[in-house]
Antibody
């Protein structure tokens, strides 16, 4: 059974860089699937941030692309998210999820991690 | 403004049937990309409810069903129960954005 767990700092100041890691257990991320990040501002809906394949091919939300980097570390069975120059608008619960199974436009997110709240405040 | 449009809220009494629509365009649903549905209970992470329009993952009751019509998709919940009170989101792929997109979410209230 695949399980995902997000980790990282919960409080950042404006202009800092958000760094989160998603540890995957129960499955080798080098085997198959893509791996994604989604966020949810307090009281609002879901926003896809981006995804990465097992070979490191990335895809990003155009609205965030200039500030976002997703990377994968198959030796540690985890993948990571960096968002630079954060502002209060980046305050959200950040989720990681398995994205698959086709590596096409017909993929879905399942399962999801529990999520981690990141607050940006001076 | 979400690429996929959902009603902000729906409601129904226990035992009733409710539907939630998800309207897209020729860049996503109309282009043939599949629609998936998620249930988010209060304070919890989203959970896959329906994938590829009509398929239920193991453990999802058959009270939940999905359908497609043109550039829209719908989620139907029959035999409404108090535990169904949650936010529901649709998700698809948009080829103009080259990425995944979500609907704005629909809050289901069980009266």
């Amino acid at each position: 059974q695949v399980q995902l767990q997000e980790s990282g700092p919960g409080l950042l100041k404006p202009s800092e860089t958000l760094s989160l890691t998603c540890a995957v257990s129960g499955y080798s991320i080098s085997s198959d699937y893509q791996w994604g990040w989604i966020r949810q501002p307090p009281g609002k809906g879901l926003q896809w941030i981006g995804s990465i394949s097992r070979t490191g091919i990335t895809s990003y939300n155009p609205s965030l692309q200039s500030r976002v980097t997703i990377s994968i570390d198959t030796s540690k069975n985890q993948f990571s998210l960096k968002v630079t120059s954060v502002t209060a608008a980046d305050t959200a619960v950040y989720y990681c999820a398995t994205y698959g199974p086709y590596a096409s436009g017909n993929d879905w997110f399942h399962p999801w991690g529990l999520g981690t709240l990141v607050t940006v405040s001076s | 403004q979400s690429v996929l449009t959902q009603p902000p809220s729906v409601s129904g009494a226990p035992g009733q049937r409710v539907t939630i629509s998800c309207t897209g365009s020729s860049f996503n649903i109309g282009a043939g990309y599949h629609v998936h549905w998620y249930q988010q209970l209060p304070g919890a992470a989203p959970k896959l409810l329906i994938y590829a329009y009509t398929n239920r993952p193991s453990g999802v009751p058959d009270r939940f069903s999905g359908s497609k019509s043109g550039t829209s998709a719908s989620l139907a919940i029959t035999g409404l129960q108090a535990e169904d009170e949650a936010d529901y989101y649709c998700q698809s792929y948009d080829n103009s954005l080259s990425g995944s997109v979500f609907g704005g979410g629909t809050k289901l209230t069980v009266l």
